[in-house]
T-cell receptor
Framework: KAGVTQTPRYLIKTRGQQVTLSCSPI?????VSWYQQTPGQGLQFLFE???????NKGNFPGRFSGRQFSNSRSEMNVSTLELGDSALYLC?????????????FGQGTRLTVV | AQKITQTQPGMFVQEKEAVTLDCTYD???????LFWYKQPSSGEMIFLIY??????QNATEGRYSLNFQKARKSANLVISASQLGDSAMYFC??????????FGQGTTLQVKP
């Protein structure tokens, strides 16, 4: 069974540009969550999508947005990139049972903003 | 609001010995889940073990066990018979009614040969 796949693995962008990250969940998983990991702030929740609807949102500015497609694949977009957006972005998918199910993570996309 | 505290930024353990990684949590939710993840240098977060707040038995998964003390709001991870491949960052996390994971700052574990 294939795991969570995130593309691309590495990305270098310039300040002011926008970027789109992609996440393909484990087959059968309908919940996809996104997290940002930085050395200073640690792991922070960005948002969660379930059946194409945003179900939860973290405390991030509107420059961070996402969406989920009918096949459960999800994309995350960051507009007007800032240096502080440099981070490891992790996507996780969860099986459709209960609330406290384990989340399975991808290998992440490492974004560097210069 | 939920919070996870991991007080050990770094730990060393000798190969084949057991090690305990500390985790305390704070949550206002009556029902919640506790998780431990391992993050090697490659960056991927690997799920290790889960404990539900109403589970009376401590969770175990192979060499991993979770020492759950609800009254003390403690959910320590015990790794038995440490292996060199256990060297990584370990994160404790809590999930409440919203389903999102709140992570601690992590503990870096180094296993010495």
């Amino acid at each position: 069974k294939a795991g969570v796949t995130q593309t691309p693995r590495y990305l270098i962008k310039t300040r002011g540009q926008q970027v789109t990250l992609s996440c393909s969940p484990i087959s059968g998983h309908r919940s996809v969550s996104w997290y940002q990991q930085t050395p200073g702030q640690g792991l922070q929740f960005l948002f969660e999508y379930f059946s194409e609807t945003q179900r939860n949102k973290g405390n991030f500015p509107g420059r961070f947005s996402g969406r989920q497609f009918s096949n459960s694949r999800s994309e995350m977009n960051v507009s007007t990139l800032e240096l502080g957006d440099s981070a490891l972005y992790l996507c996780a998918s969860s099986p459709p049972r209960g609330t406290y199910t384990e989340a399975f993570f991808g290998q992440g996309t490492r974004l560097t903003v210069v | 609001a939920q919070k996870i505290t991991q007080t050990q930024p770094g730990m060393f353990v000798q190969e084949k010995e057991a090690v305990t990684l500390d985790c305390t949590y704070d949550t206002s939710d009556q029902s919640y889940g506790l998780f431990w993840y391992k993050q090697p240098s490659s960056g991927e977060m690997i799920f290790l073990i889960y404990q539900g707040s109403y589970d009376e038995q401590n969770a175990t998964e192979g060499r991993y066990s979770l020492n759950f003390q609800k009254a003390r709001k403690s959910a320590n991870l015990v790794i038995s018979a440490s292996q060199l491949g256990d060297s990584a960052m370990y994160f404790c996390a809590v999930s409440g009614n919203t389903g999102k994971l709140i992570f601690g700052q992590g503990t870096t574990l180094q296993v010495k040969p």
